[in-house]
Structures are given as C-alpha cells and as structure tokens.
C-alpha cells in the first residue's frame, strides 16, 4: 500500500488552510478524496504535530504471524550487517536451513520490521523544484536548447566532448563548443565554469535568451537527492532573467533539435578530418557555423538555411557583454525563486545538512531527523523546521552572492591586465577564452 509523504501532508494542510474544498485538494495533490479528508481532519484536531503521524502496521508488530524465530533471524542479521537491505535479508531467509519450506515475508513486511526496531535509514521525502509556467515558442530566442554530444578521442587534439547550442525556433545553430577532457583518456568531466563560458560566448554573440531547455545534466539538475535544491549554473540562470526547463527523464525528443544536431557537426566538422591543436578545431566549428546557418537547407524550413529563413535572429533585443553582467545579474529574481520551494532533508551525525553544496550546523540533537527548509523572502533567509513544523533555526543563505553565481568571470573584470603563466591549464585556457570575449566585441 502506498501511503503519504510528510510533503504531501504539509501540502494539503496548506490547501486546507485556504479554505479549498476537498475535490479541489485531490486534484491538486493527487490523492483520493477520502485521503485528503483524512489529513484535514487530523490537521483540524493536532495542528502541524498530527502530520508526522505514519501510516503502518498495527500496534501488534510487523511480521507478527511470522515465526519470532525468523523475526529475530532479520534483526540479528541486519545490525551485524548493515548495509543489507530487505531483498538481501529475504534472500538469506529462503538460504537458512530453519526456514525451508515456512512462509517467508515479503521485502515489503521485511521493511516494516527494521523500520520498528529503527534500523532502516530514513528517507527524504520527494519534492520538486520550482516550475516557471512556460509560454509557447513564438520567435527567436524564446527558447534555446543546450546539450552535450558525448565524449570522443580525436588526435592531436585530446578527449573532446562537444557541447552544442541551438534556438528552439529559427533552429540557428548557436555554438559547437569542443570542451576538452583529457590528453590521451579521460581524465575530468565538464563543469560549472565550461558550462558558463560556452554560454557567455553566446550570449555575447546572440543575446539572452528567454528559456533555456536541458536534460538532467548533473550541473543543471541534483539529482542526488528526492529533494533537489536549484545549482549554481541553475540559479546563475535566472539572475540573468533565464528560465530553465529540463525534459523528461529518458526522454531524448525534448532536445529533439539539439541531439540531431551531435550527428550534424559530426558529419561536417570531425568526420574524416585532422586538426593541428584544439584552437584549430575550435575555429573549424566556428567557420562551419556560418555554413550551417546562411547556406545548409533545413528541411523544417521549407529547405531554407535557419539565418535565411529567420534573419530576426540577428537581432536579440537582450543584449549581453561579459563586462555587463554584475549589473545584469539581480539576486531579487533567485530570492523570488526559492520563495517558491521547499526543500527536506536528513540531519547528519554532526548536526548538519547540505542544501546547494553548502554546510549548515544545526544541533547533534537533531541527528537523524528530518527537516524542512524554506526561503522566506520579506528578510532572506533559510528557516529550518522540524517535522512537526516547530521552527529550529534560520540561515543566511551561502554561495548566493553576485560573485559566488558569476565563478571566474568576477575576478577577471577587475583585473587592469590578464596574464598567465606558462604552461596553461585547461582551467586556464578556459579563463583566456573567456577574457578574448571582451576585445571581440
């Protein structure tokens, strides 16, 4: 039986507190009439406290109509191991001399059983992060759609990924950028600062886009937890006024242009070819670029290339410098933002949580324990609640400053001259790319 979270609760106590009838609350949280009627009534009774209420076996035990025999079996085995969960533990049942041919519980009931005696790590409860209402595709720059081809051995060169842009509408091709990953084998992956030079480059090329569309990448999305709080990259984003969208998962035909595009710049720039150094591959991108656009027909576009089609892609209203964005970047559109989520998490054994890959200290007390943490707009910080809804703590929130979302780019600006040492690292061939972009323009 599937029961409610601690957020679907918390959800429909709030419904209920703005008077919405029972009908509307099941359709805005998915759950049966009678479900939400439940929850209101206990909501009614207890207040927040009656939310931690769980659902689960009667008071008699989990397990009871089982042997106390196999029941001790399961607990014994999981405190001297730990780490093996119901199916493990199942499986050593159906193994055990004492058991054969006995009725064996399932995973389900198996679980029940380690969550009485407290020996099943709890679990955050799901919550999504904050969806902007999108409007649809009606010109240029609307929506732009960014994506990552997969990474490929080209020699003299290095481990290459290519990282592509393009405009939802005209279907312009905005950037093919070459991130390198390594010499001879892979030896990193692309990160928030590759991300945002490749998207400065265009910026400072087309203009800002409205929406930007992207998978799950792990720099876009967290997925590591049920209770995903916004990146970096992501809130970077919308300090410009950017709008993120992910597809959906295993959904590949939401970034149906970009990924046609892989095979696109495959096929015209790499296939069959040599470069001397990575600048060489990188200017061979750039020159094919204005092929694809002015010349290539696009069978979308009644055979026209994308920039005879669409010459209005030119022409970006929004315009972007990278000298421009401390004053383009406004942190009341990310406080705006995060007013709109809330997010769960489990203390840990020293008293704290993470929330963006930032530490916050609570209290060793409340190790173990779920949270709830929300933004409250009117003075800017996080407050932290426990389950029951009891106010812990508030925060300052980390990492959210103008020069914590800009990464390198901050330091550069302020710089009366750029210099760097002999030899270059990536990170720093990133770095006198990104400061080429403010003599090109």
């Given at each position: 039986?599937?029961?409610?979270?601690?957020?679907?609760?918390?959800?429909?106590?709030?419904?209920?507190?703005?008077?919405?009838?029972?009908?509307?609350?099941?359709?805005?949280?998915?759950?049966?009439?009678?479900?939400?009627?439940?929850?209101?009534?206990r909501y009614r009774d207890q207040g927040r406290v009656g939310l931690k209420t769980k659902?689960?076996?009667?008071?008699?035990?989990?397990?009871?109509?089982?042997?106390?025999?196999?029941?001790?079996?399961?607990?014994?085995?999981?405190?001297?191991?730990?780490?093996?969960?119901?199916?493990?533990?199942?499986?050593?049942?159906?193994?055990?001399?004492?058991?054969?041919?006995?009725?064996?519980?399932?995973?389900?009931?198996?679980?029940?059983?380690?969550?009485?005696?407290?020996?099943?790590?709890?679990?955050?409860?799901?919550?999504?992060?904050?969806?902007?209402?999108?409007?649809?595709?009606?010109?240029?720059?609307?929506?732009?759609?960014?994506?990552?081809?997969?990474?490929?051995?080209?020699?003299?060169?290095?481990?290459?990924?290519?990282?592509?842009?393009?405009?939802?509408?005209?279907?312009?091709?905005?950037?093919?950028?070459?991130?390198?990953?390594?010499?001879?084998?892979?030896?990193?992956?692309?990160?928030?600062?590759?991300?945002?030079?490749?998207?400065?480059?265009?910026?400072?090329?087309?203009?800002?886009?409205?929406?930007?569309?992207?998978?799950?990448?792990?720099?876009?999305?967290?997925?590591?937890?049920?209770?995903?709080?916004?990146?970096?990259?992501?809130?970077?984003?919308?300090?410009?006024?950017?709008?993120?969208?992910?597809?959906?998962?295993?959904?590949?035909?939401?970034?149906?242009?970009?990924?046609?595009?892989?095979?696109?710049?495959?096929?015209?720039?790499?296939?069959?070819?040599?470069?001397?150094?990575?600048?060489?591959?990188?200017?061979?991108?750039?020159?094919?670029?204005?092929?694809?656009?002015?010349?290539?027909?696009?069978?979308?576009?009644?055979?026209?290339?994308?920039?005879?089609?669409?010459?209005?892609?030119?022409?970006?209203?929004?315009?972007?410098?990278?000298?421009?964005?401390?004053?383009?970047?406004?942190?009341?559109?990310?406080?705006?933002?995060?007013?709109?989520?809330?997010?769960?998490?489990?203390?840990?054994?020293?008293?704290?949580f993470s929330l963006g890959g930032q530490i916050y200290y609570l209290e060793p007390h409340w190790t173990?324990?779920?949270?709830?943490?929300?933004?409250?707009?009117?003075?800017?910080?996080?407050?932290?609640?426990?389950?029951?809804?009891?106010?812990?703590?508030?925060?300052?929130?980390?990492?959210?400053?103008?020069?914590?979302?800009?990464?390198?780019?901050?330091?550069?600006?302020?710089?009366?001259?750029?210099?760097?040492?002999?030899?270059?690292?990536?990170?720093?061939?990133?770095?006198?790319?990104?400061?080429?972009?403010?003599?090109?323009?």
């Open positions: 039986m599937i029961s409610t979270e601690l957020v679907d609760r918390i959800r429909i106590s709030e419904l209920v507190a703005e008077g919405q009838d029972d009908q509307t609350i099941a359709k805005a949280v998915g759950w049966s009439v009678y479900t939400v009627r439940k929850w209101r009534y659902m689960g076996r009667p008071q008699k035990g989990a397990m009871n109509t089982y042997p106390v025999q196999m029941r001790e079996a399961v607990v014994s085995w999981r405190k001297q191991h730990p780490g093996w969960g119901a199916k493990t533990l199942r499986t050593e049942l159906e193994l055990d001399d004492r058991f054969k041919d006995k009725l064996l519980p399932s995973r389900r009931s198996i679980n029940r059983l380690l969550e009485q005696h407290h020996l099943l790590d709890p679990q955050e409860p799901h919550s999504a992060l904050p969806q902007v209402q999108s409007d649809e595709v009606q010109a240029a720059h609307d929506e732009w759609e960014i994506d990552a081809r997969g990474h490929q051995y080209i020699p003299e060169v290095g481990v290459v990924e290519l990282i592509n842009l393009n405009d939802g509408y005209s279907r312009t091709r905005l950037l093919s950028y070459p991130c390198l990953l390594g010499q001879q084998r892979l030896s990193r992956r692309a990160n928030t600062e590759d991300y945002q030079l490749i998207l400065r480059l265009a910026f400072s090329q087309w203009g800002l886009p409205k929406r930007l569309v992207s998978d799950h990448h792990r720099l876009f999305y967290d997925g590591k937890s049920h209770s995903p709080f916004p990146t970096r990259l992501h809130l970077w984003l919308i300090a410009l006024g950017i709008s993120l969208e992910f597809g959906r998962f295993s959904c590949p035909t939401d970034q149906a242009i970009t990924k046609r595009s892989h095979q696109l710049w495959a096929k015209q720039v790499l296939q069959g070819q040599s470069f001397n150094d990575w600048d060489h591959l990188f200017n061979a991108l750039q020159q094919r670029k204005d092929f694809l656009n002015y010349h290539l027909p696009c069978a979308s576009l009644d055979d026209l290339p994308p920039l005879v089609a669409h010459p209005e892609a030119l022409a970006n209203p929004r315009l972007y410098r990278p000298e421009w964005e401390t004053d383009l970047l406004d942190l009341a559109r990310v406080h705006a933002y995060l007013a709109q989520g809330r997010w769960f998490r489990l203390v840990s054994k020293a008293g704290t173990g324990q779920q949270v709830e943490i929300s933004f409250v707009l009117h003075d800017l910080h996080f407050a932290v609640c426990a389950a029951d809804g009891q106010f812990i703590k508030r925060f300052f929130p980390k990492g959210l400053s103008i020069e914590a979302l800009s990464g390198e780019l901050s330091p550069l600006i302020n710089l009366p001259a750029f210099q760097l040492a002999l030899p270059f690292s990536w990170s720093e061939w990133r770095q006198i790319r990104l400061s080429d972009t403010f003599s090109l323009l």
